[in-house]
């Protein structure tokens, strides 16, 4: 019981305005430190490479947020599952938070995708199965953000989303492969990734560095909308008013001194 | 007394007489089917090599549109009328209840569109030894069609630009659908089996047959709160 008990209590509105209150600032700083490393790193030091030249250096923003625009999702889908099956509203808010970052992350990372392609491929776009399914995935992402702005009442519509983004979710899969069958019937290896070779590691430490300050740049900006959501829906409440009013006295305080 | 059987009996009675004193509703699909279909040849090509290469891509994006406007009259009267509240109510499980209902619309939409495929295959050159895997894939992609459909407008029933946004919800999950009933009668006319695509698409029709109505059930439940 007593492993439970924070467990219970961040989930409750209060506790985690208190608790994403506590941590917000530290993680924004460093998210912002491992984010300056990684690109600072991939951009200037990381060697050029033999074949792509300078261009490659989009990956670093590219896979990074490719990779986010999945995980995003999961996350989404794991937070609906939650609010279904035990109904913890927080998790609600969470979800909906994170429907317009990843919807970000997943645009991002068709854009710089195909400014990538540009000099590779010599093309804007083409119909890959990585960039279609990706582009399908867009689309899920403005469903779920669709239907939460239709739906007026709160009780229907925290359900309603979360029932259609784990729709989503069954079927990311299938449409993962379903396309990936399509693209290889109809142009069989028109695009071969170059014979890969791995990534040496002067390349994969300021990517992984990346992929690190994407996933808590997304933390921050979730913790943060799910801070508004919560001001929002809560605004009635006493500890809320009481917990801003306090802030307004303390940064009044402090520009006094 | 009243069994389960004879209630479902007696509710698929209604829905299949409610479709036929509505023939022009299960109508309107189907001529949006052929319509749809010609418009393929003016806006692309009337070439014959053309025609046979997109022809069943055409019939199945037009089975799709078709399919799914058929959704927007799903639950929009019954919602209208409270029907919806009554079938809520009633002491039989709602997920068998939605079932009997997917089955009346899709005897009333689905099936004629699955047999008048083959008419319309014809004008595309599509070769004969085609047609069986295109009608099989309408057919097992056609409850696929209805029921992730079923889902998206239970969740969006009595929501204004409920149609609208029902497509938005619906397209993106469809795609499997069509890119399985597509390859199906591409790899014939490649002389390929077209069993691969058609084993995958039951596959999905067995999946959405067996959660199907739970899932609509628990989304009109939502829905109707």
Not at chain 2, 44 to 69: N, R
Request: hydrophobic fraction near 55%.
């Amino acid at each position: 019981m007593r492993i439970w008990l924070p467990l219970q209590r961040l989930v409750s509105a209060r506790y985690f305005f208190e608790f994403s209150s506590r941590i917000l600032p530290w993680l924004g700083w460093v998210t912002l430190l491992i984010l300056l490393t990684g690109l600072g790193w991939g951009l200037f030091y990381a060697p050029t490479d033999y074949q792509q030249g300078e261009s490659y250096r989009i990956i670093f923003i590219h896979v990074p947020s490719a990779w986010m625009s999945m995980f995003a999702y999961m996350v989404m889908a794991g937070c609906s599952a939650i609010f279904l099956i035990w109904r913890i509203r927080i998790m609600d808010l969470f979800a909906t938070s994170t429907a317009p970052i990843g919807a970000s992350f997943t645009l991002i990372a068709l854009a710089t995708g195909s400014l990538w392609g540009r000099p590779m491929w010599g093309t804007y776009w083409v119909w890959d199965a990585r960039l279609t399914s990706e582009l399908i995935l867009l689309f899920l992402y403005f469903g779920v953000m669709a239907l939460r702005a239709a739906i007026d009442e709160p009780r229907r519509q925290g359900r309603a989303v979360a029932l259609l983004t784990l729709l989503g979710v069954v079927n990311i899969p299938v449409i993962h492969f379903s396309v990936e069958w399509w693209n290889t019937l109809h142009q069989p290896a028109s695009i071969t990734k170059a014979a890969a070779p791995s990534i040496h590691l002067s390349m994969l430490i300021p990517l992984l560095l990346m992929a690190l300050g994407f996933t808590l740049l997304y933390l921050y900006m979730a913790l943060q909308r799910t801070q508004g959501a919560i001001i929002e829906q809560e605004i009635d409440s006493t500890w809320l008013q009481e917990r801003l009013s306090n802030n307004t006295i303390e940064t009044e305080g402090g520009t006094g001194k | 007394m009243t069994t389960l059987n004879g209630i479902l009996i007696r509710q698929l009675r209604r829905e299949l007489l409610l479709a036929y004193r509505r023939r022009g509703d299960a109508l309107t699909p189907l001529l949006f089917f052929i319509i749809v279909i010609t418009l393929f040849p003016l806006g692309i090509s009337p070439e014959k090599v053309l025609l046979q290469q997109f022809g069943a891509g055409a019939l199945w994006i037009a089975a799709l549109l078709a399919s799914m406007l058929s959704l927007q009259r799903l639950f929009t009267t019954d919602h209208g009328n409270g029907v919806l509240e009554q079938l809520l109510v009633t002491p039989c499980p709602l997920s068998f209840l939605l079932a009997t209902k997917l089955m009346a619309h899709w005897l009333s939409s689905g099936l004629p569109l699955v047999f008048l495929s083959p008419l319309l295959a014809e004008p595309f050159g599509l070769e004969w030894s085609t047609y069986p895997a295109l009608v099989a894939g309408l057919l097992l992609g056609t409850p696929v069609l209805l029921i992730i459909g079923a889902i998206s407008a239970a969740l969006t029933v009595g929501l204004r630009g409920g149609g609208l946004l029902l497509t938005l919800l619906t397209l993106p999950l469809y795609v499997p659908v069509l890119i399985f009933g597509t390859g199906a009668v591409m790899a014939v006319s490649r002389g390929m089996s077209a069993a691969p695509h058609l084993s995958l698409l039951g596959a999905m029709c067995l999946v959405s047959l067996t959660f199907g109505p739970w899932l609509t059930a628990l989304a009109l439940k939502i829905s109707l709160d």
